[in-house]
């Protein structure tokens, strides 16, 4: 979430800068050892998003240490590594090197042209065999002779470093404390140019990098962290008396739709943008209408502001370089929308052909990241769930730069072959390459009735562990928040969502199935799952029961499909399975209403996968049979009714009854059922639609043929 968003209007409507203030508790600080202070200090920065974004920023100190093999002592420069965050980094995040060996590169630089090369000497200053790697800001930390170093980037500095006057507004709010240095990327020359910057200046106490943030030191980690807030307060509280001399992006001309109006339009437009999207692999979306995107999206300078870019290397590579920008008029054209997707991506592919040179990394996927609609807000997408929502809150953050760089003498973004520069940086290409590759089900979108149930939550895990998305339905309040807070902690927050519903009520179904679009950008799994089960004889039977059996096992089903049909057409293809049971092939003994209303579900399959083949929509069903473990349904009336109709005890001798007259002679448990829903969901069934997976242990009078 961006800084601003929690705070009101200045007396002119344009959202203020958080102003940071000081957590250092010294108290906690007593206790620590000089490396731990510095990861307190980091994570205090880290954790302030006024201070520094995710990922973003990094922080070093320059410590005395034995040296393993000489047993002298050493100077070692810890700083955060490549790839870290400093909210939640742990000492483990650190690179450490020989301060001496990493001064001494310095007699092997060659000059700014090939001022890559040198990030391959920094593994051989590396101390104490720490595997962490150095980031490419480490010569800035280096070569500055003060003890302890930060470097962020939060957005009321970014906004001076991009402003047209920002020079003279650091000036103006520092006196010359703070130094400024051209835009430069980061990299060795820069760490040099610092360096003998502040050695010309030596009354200096920050210097502002244009373009990417703000360095600066201090004798101790407490020194330091507190210098740093102050430079963003000073910064935050000068930008506000600016923006409140005039209406923020020349001011508003569309007013945000209500907040009911933009989750319904949020809830049509994502699954559009994502299908119409290319390349191999599914895009997650991330939707927000915070403060900040519907003060930008609704202002006079909008398209102006949203053409030059953004600014910050931090922010451009989580957002690409500038975003679409859509007609709000026109959001359910579909010819419209494609069009206008085509031409970013002719657009994109321009501005690789113009920048690329013959060394460089080939053209990354052209589609866009970031898209804004007036009145509306932005949408996010991204390969993952996590990378949609963080290009997001970048985004969010550039806005909050714009803005306050238009409030002092307008926004300037960095030249395009610069931008091209960094965005096709070699080393930006090689950490990519590093990466890990994505689990098998990561980009797609799941959706799970009955998942607080046994069989319903296995699914739910199994498929988010393969890096599904996964929207959790059901009823039961208390059981599904149990669900919805237990599983974000083994797969992340990121992958998790969930919505009370009722199966039988079709306008509860459609809430579940927009909110499933609006979350996470569509659908591409639906697993029917949600179920009851009861036992009596025909002449029990009652016209309440029969029907209550028929409203979830086969209007439930079909209120399920019917509403993810149309999601899956715009995604070009998807995977239905329904839960069936045994006793749909397979009469019983009273349990008609049951068994006849899993029947009819499963033969809604079939019906189902002959109209979803010509879309690439694939409908099979899995038969489990006795699944007791973890069972709701087991829980009731139900386990009784059985145990009676095969006169044997409902505890554990019902159990083994099951498991007895199975073929196998093997117990059934839920994540058995998973695993057959996750392969029928799965590419490797890919060829497989209108047919029976039984997860029974064997039962030959339920053989599908």
């Not at 400093?86 to 060659?110: H, N, P, Q, V, W």
């Not at 991009?162 to 103006?172: F, L, N, R, V």
């Not at 949203?306 to 579909?334: V, Y």
Request: charged fraction near 20%.
């Amino acid at each position: 979430m961006s800084k601003a968003s929690t705070l009101a209007p200045s007396r002119e409507g344009a959202l203020p800068f958080a102003v940071p203030v000081s957590r250092w508790s010294e108290q906690k600080a007593a206790a620590l050892s000089p490396e731990q202070l510095l990861l307190y200090r980091s994570n205090l920065l880290g954790a302030d998003l006024t201070v520094t974004n995710f990922g973003g920023g990094n922080t070093s100190a320059k410590l005395v240490e034995k040296d393993p093999l000489s047993g002298a002592d050493t100077t070692v420069l810890w700083v955060k590594g490549s790839g870290g965050d400093l909210g939640s980094m742990a000492l483990d995040g650190f690179a450490t090197l020989y301060l001496d060996k990493l001064l001494a590169l310095e007699a092997l630089y060659r000059g700014v042209a090939f001022e890559d090369e040198m990030v391959a000497y920094l593994p051989h200053c590396t101390f104490n065999l720490n595997p962490r790697a150095a980031s490419i800001d480490t010569p800035l930390h280096g070569y500055l002779p003060f003890a302890h170093v930060d470097h962020v980037h939060p957005d009321a500095i970014i906004a001076l470093a991009a402003a047209k006057d920002g020079e003279q507004a650091t000036q103006a709010i520092w006196g010359g404390r703070i130094g400024w240095l051209p835009w430069k990327r980061p990299g060795f020359e820069l760490g040099l140019q610092l360096r003998d910057h502040v050695a010309a200046h030596p009354h200096l106490q920050g210097v502002m990098l244009a373009g990417h943030g703000v360095i600066c030191w201090g004798d101790t980690a407490r020194d330091c962290y507190e210098h740093t807030v102050r430079l963003i307060a000073d910064a935050a509280l000068y930008l506000n008396e600016q923006l409140g001399k005039a209406p923020a992006f020349g001011g508003q001309i569309v007013a945000p739709l209500s907040p009911a109006a933009r989750a319904a339009a949020a809830a049509k437009l994502a699954p559009r943008l994502r299908g119409l999207m290319t390349g191999a692999r599914g895009k997650l979306v991330h939707f927000s209408d915070d403060a900040e995107a519907l003060e930008f999206v609704g202002a006079r300078d909008f398209e102006r502001l949203a053409a030059i870019g953004t600014s910050c290397p931090d922010h451009f590579l989580r957002t690409k370089i500038a975003p679409l920008t859509l007609d709000p008029a026109r959001l359910e054209d579909d010819a419209y929308l494609g069009a206008a997707l085509a031409r970013y991506r002719e657009g994109y592919a321009a501005y690789y052909n113009r920048c690329a040179r013959p060394t460089d990394p080939p053209m990354r996927d052209p589609n866009p990241v970031v898209v804004l609609v007036p009145g509306l807000g932005r949408l996010t997408l991204a390969a993952d769930k996590t990378t949609a929502r963080l290009a997001g809150e970048f985004y969010g953050n550039a806005i909050n730069v714009m803005r306050g760089a238009e409030a002092l003498g307008g926004y300037i973004g960095l030249p395009e072959q610069e931008a091209f520069d960094i965005e096709y940086w070699a080393l930006e290409e090689a950490k990519l390459q590093r990466m890990p590759k994505p689990k098998p089900m990561a980009g797609r979108i799941a959706l799970v009735t009955g998942a607080a149930g046994g069989i319903g939550a296995a699914t739910a895990r199994r498929l988010a562990e393969a890096g599904c998305c996964v929207m959790l339905v059901d009823r039961d309040r208390e059981a599904l928040d149990r669900i919805a807070q237990s599983l974000p902690g083994l797969v992340g927050k990121d992958l998790v969502r969930s919505v009370l519903c009722d199966v039988t009520s079709e306008e509860q179904i459609q809430a579940a199935f927009d909110a499933c679009a609006r979350e996470f950008g569509g659908l591409d799994i639906l697993v029917a799952n949600a179920g009851l089960a009861s036992s009596a004889t025909i002449e029990e039977t009652s016209v309440a029961l029969w029907r209550k059996n028929y409203d979830v096992l086969a209007e439930g089903y079909f209120l399920s499909a019917r509403a993810a049909f149309p999601l899956m057409r715009k995604q070009k293809g998807g995977a239905i399975v329904f839960i069936g049971s045994k006793n749909a092939l397979a009469a019983t003994p009273g349990a008609s209403a049951y068994a006849s209303a899993k029947a009819a579900s499963l033969h809604l399959a079939r019906c189902l996968a002959l109209e979803g083949a010509e879309f690439g929509i694939r409908v099979n069903v899995v038969n489990p049979d006795a699944v007791i473990q973890g069972s709701r349904i087991w829980d009731g009336d139900w386990r009784k009714e059985r145990a009676d109709a095969y006169g044997v005890d409902a505890g554990e001798e019902l159990e083994d009854f099951y498991r007895k007259r199975s073929l196998l002679k093997r117990t059934v448990l839920p994540a058995d059922v998973a695993e057959a829903v996750y392969f029928l969901a799965s590419d490797a069934a890919g060829k497989s639609t209108g047919n029976v997976i039984n997860v029974d242990a064997g039962n030959a009078q339920a053989f599908p043929r």
